[in-house]
């Protein structure tokens, strides 16, 4: 899978939108890109997935450059519930593949 | 529709002795994985079931094994327990080959002593 760059952490206000970067330069054509974050004290919950087109859901959207090297998940009004580690990863669509998670970004939602 | 479970939620251990961690996985999953989180790092991939065999293994010695039942729940060992396993045990089911995510469990807390 390939190895993926995340700032180690972030500050945002409550209300306003969170942008966490990732960057992956190395990924190949059928490895997706994968955001969970893991809030303290729980296990990683998956947020939201997509190959090259831009991806929303009810809690993000993520968008993926044209060249597919870098992403942005997008948390359109942060709250306080939102304070969390968010991972980005790569990887080929197959749940019988692992997931390698790197240090991810802290992101803290402030008042 | 129930997530992961895992058990116990805490647990303390001497240096030398074996631990067995529980996973019950989420209805509908039949697969599931395990990860071993150490403080301030993200988790790293220990070994996944699929079908009551073992599908995939991370870096870890085979003292650490698992089981998974024909219910898809799933159990997973560690003998002769060092300091350095302490950290956060998550268990993860999904679909085979599903195009979504994970479903993590909170994990087992396991302190060595």
């Known amino acids: 899978d390939a190895k993926t760059t995340q700032p180690t952490s972030m500050d945002c206000a409550e209300g306003r939108a969170a942008n966490l970067p990732c960057n992956h330069s190395t990924i190949s054509g059928n490895e997706y890109v994968y955001w969970y974050r893991q809030i303290h004290s729980q296990g990683p919950q998956y947020i939201i997935h997509?190959?090259?087109n831009n991806e929303t859901n009810e809690m993000a959207s993520l968008i993926i450059t044209e060249d597919r090297k870098s992403s942005t998940l997008i948390l359109p009004h942060a709250t306080l519930r939102d304070t969390a580690v968010y991972y980005c990863i790569v990887r080929v669509d197959n749940a019988g593949n692992m997931l390698t998670f790197g240090g991810g970004t802290r992101l803290m939602v402030k008042p | 529709e129930t997530g992961v479970t895992q058990s116990p939620t805490h647990l303390i251990k001497t240096r030398g002795q074996q631990v067995t961690l529980r996973c019950s996985s989420q209805s509908g999953h039949n697969t599931v994985s395990w990860y071993q989180q150490a403080l301030g790092q993200g988790p790293q991939f220990i070994f996944q079931y699929y079908r009551e065999e073992e599908n995939g293994r991370g870096n870890f010695p085979p003292r650490f094994s698992g089981l998974q039942f024909p219910n898809y729940s799933s159990e997973l060992n560690v003998n002769a327990l060092e300091l350095d396993d302490s950290a956060l045990y998550l268990c993860?089911?999904?679909?085979?080959?599903?195009?979504?995510?994970?479903?993590f469990g909170s994990g087992t807390r396991l302190t060595v002593v």
């Open positions: 997509g190959l090259k």
């Open positions: 993860a089911s999904s679909e085979k080959d599903s195009n979504y995510g994970y479903t």
